[in-house]
């Protein structure tokens, strides 16, 4: 199976931040990479697919790049309601397997 | 309105089996893969399984391989997932999920359901 390691687990940032967050797969996956955020009580929402690809309705603060191994999720200026836990997920090869959550706090 | 809506999420005991529907509403269900994906309390997000629109292609997570059935009624716009020999590492909130594109998916999940809770105790 693909495991994804996600960096930071958390993090701590404050309303108009600049946010990175890693996302490394244990081999090549293309760009087959999804991202997703979940407030807290709330279904996941996905933000970007083919992992550079902005979802409709997504703001365009957030973006992806990376393929092969290597992801990135940038938050441009981080809002109030961007407060939430980012999780990435290949989608490569089954079994999909997701990253274990960067949760994004308020400093 | 594009809508996806999980039922069947009750407490059982060990061992026991229990069905979760989900209904679909506001897109052409039988043209999209439908996933579910679960989430143990205070944990992240596991993926379960994936169905292809026509049903005829099916995968697991190796953790409930042999013991959950996914399925679909494209007439009836309904996923289902059986599940049996529950364990209590199966105790989770159950959502379901459409993928962005057709075939077995794989394209990403853009429609998420409201998840439905599954209790697996005695």
Do not use: H
């Not at chain 1, 693909?2 to 244990?26: E, F, H, K, Y």
């Not at chain 1, 938050?75 to 939430?84: G, N």
């Not at chain 2, 629109?53 to 190796?62: P, R």
């Not at chain 2, 007439?75 to 159950?94: C, F, G, H, I």
């Amino acid at each position: 199976d693909i495991q994804m390691t996600q960096s930071p687990s958390s993090l701590s940032a404050s309303v108009g931040d600049r946010v990175t967050i890693t996302c490394r797969a244990s081999q090549s996956i293309s760009n087959y990479l999804s991202w997703y955020q979940q407030r807290p009580g709330k279904a996941p929402k996905l933000l970007i697919y083919a992992a550079s690809s902005l979802q409709s309705g997504v703001p365009s603060r957030f973006s992806g790049s990376g393929s092969g191994t290597d992801f990135t999720l940038t938050i441009s200026s981080l809002q109030p309601e961007d407060f939430a836990t980012y999780y990435c997920q290949q989608i490569y090869n089954t079994p999909w397997t997701f990253g274990q959550g960067t949760k994004v706090e308020i400093k | 309105e594009v809508q996806l809506l999980e039922s069947g999420g009750d407490l059982v005991q060990p061992g026991g089996s229990l069905r979760l529907s989900c209904a679909a509403s506001g897109f052409t269900f039988s043209s999209y893969a439908m996933s579910w994906v679960r989430q143990a309390p205070g944990k992240g997000l596991e993926w379960v399984s994936v169905i292809s629109g026509s049903g005829g292609n099916t995968y697991y997570a190796d953790s409930v391989k042999g013991r959950f059935t996914i399925s679909r009624d494209n007439p009836k716009n309904t996923l289902y997932l059986q599940m049996n020999s529950l364990r209590a590492e199966d105790t989770a909130v159950y959502y379901c999920a459409k993928d962005r594109g057709g075939g077995t998916g794989g394209y990403g999940m853009d429609v998420w359901g409201q998840g439905t809770t599954v209790t697996v105790s005695s």
